[in-house]
């Protein structure tokens, strides 16, 4: 093992260290699937899979995995020093990673980084669209705050799109390709309050690829929007979670894997499915559970 490949602390492999009761809820409410280790080499080896927001969290903990079973990974993220870290890991691990710093609220940047990517490796054969903010904040501390409106849809929604605008033309065009969305459970739900920023940029990003997924189905580039539970990440540690059942990002990185080699078109929570159902059937009600819930 190499210097770079000592245990890391935001990628740990369990929930170990919480509660035995609430590691049983996460079993019982998230069951995650792990591919077989033959299964996703089989499906990544030798391919060129891009990672967005690699430098931490679940974008880190997938791209180390996928990087592991054979493929040529391409990071992307703000911080460099970050990324470069990562980058260390795989390659300790025999893997090959190359490191793109990138800011994908910067549109005209976000343009040149799709052509450069097909400019040095030729194509890409899977996109993680993982690069993501979250803000939690009610409507009434935004009054002053409408940059909470642009951040959001810029990372969650436009610099995603015109990412994949630079990279669907060559995809069709070679009729191979995956494009897995790392969406939120919150879309299965009612809205949420204190989520307007958040559910809105995260709604337009998933709408907008179903859409463009019945378009370039026929060129067989496929979709999967994973609808994420709870992962304890930097992302969600500002909001106490405490005792709420959520995901490692190893294994919220191995439903990410489990979408590369399986390429179903969504994989949710077992529960989201009624519960959207019964939110579609009855919204009035659904909103007045919200609304009680904000007053509480
Ligand atoms: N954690 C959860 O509970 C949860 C639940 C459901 C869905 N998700 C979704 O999962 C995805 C990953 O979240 P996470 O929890 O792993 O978060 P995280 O640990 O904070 O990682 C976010 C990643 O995105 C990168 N990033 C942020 N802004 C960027 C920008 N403007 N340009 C390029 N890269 C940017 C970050 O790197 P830099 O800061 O260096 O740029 C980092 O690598 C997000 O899309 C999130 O919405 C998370």
Known sequence: MGENSTPDPETQPESTGRPLAERVATRLFYPTSRPREKSLREAVDGQVV????????????????????????????????????????????????????????????????????????????????????????????????????????????????????????????????????????????PPAPRWSAYGASKAAFDVWLRTVATEIAADNVTTTSIYMPLVHTRMSAPTDFTGVPGLTAEEAADLVCHAVVSRPREISPWWTGPVQAWTDLRRGAAQRLMERGFRR
């Open 50 to 189: 891009l990672v967005t927001g690699a430098s931490h969290g679940i974008g880190k903990a997938a791209a180390k995995k996928i990087a592991a079973a054979g493929a040529t990974v391409l990071l992307v993220a703000r911080t460099l020093d970050d990324l470069e870290r990562v980058a260390a890991q795989i390659r300790a691990d025999g893997g090959t990673a190359h490191v793109y710093q990138a800011d994908l609220t910067e549109m005209d940047a976000t343009a040149e980084l799709g052509a450069a990517l097909l400019a040095e490796h030729g194509h890409v054969d899977v996109v993680i669209n993982n690069a993501g903010k979250s803000i939690r904040r009610p409507v009434d501390e935004s009054y002053d705050r409408f940059h909470d409106f642009t951040r959001t849809i810029d990372i969650n929604y436009l610099g995603p799109v015109r990412l994949l605008l630079a990279l669907l033309p060559s995809m069709r065009e070679r009729r191979h390709g995956h494009i897995v969305n790392i969406s939120t459970w919150g879309l299965r739900m």
